[in-house]
């Protein structure tokens, strides 16, 4: 029995120590930042959207940010990025516009997730 309390206590105190260090964690965790950098990379070097150079590149891809925050559901989304590029692949659409989320405004990621809730691309 006195074991079973020692131990008991032990699970407590490593319990309490560890939600201590996710606290910390939490309160000194960095805030999201945006990488145009990293979404130039990935946008630019991916073929497929052939932007005519970087500053059309991170103007649409703000512009994807811009639309997300008004609200612009995430399958409208799709669908104009497809328009644009003229091209009917989902994967490709999908792509450009995770990048400018996570890449230039990750505080709208969660946005865009609620809004792609339910997605189901159309039947090919």
Known sequence: MASD???????VVVGAVAACIAAVSVATAQPARADSVGYLVNVTVRPG???PNADAALSYGY?????INSGVSYGQLVNTIKSD????DEFQASYLLSQASQ???PTSIWQ????AAGYVPPAQ
């Open 5 to 11: 309390a020692a131990t008991t206590a032990r699970l």
């Open 103 to 105: 890449e230039l405004c």
């Open 112 to 115: 865009l997730r609620q809004s």
């Open 85 to 88: 590029f003229a091209n009917n």
């Open 49 to 51: 959207y052939n932007f």
């Open 63 to 67: 512009g994807l940010c811009d639309q």
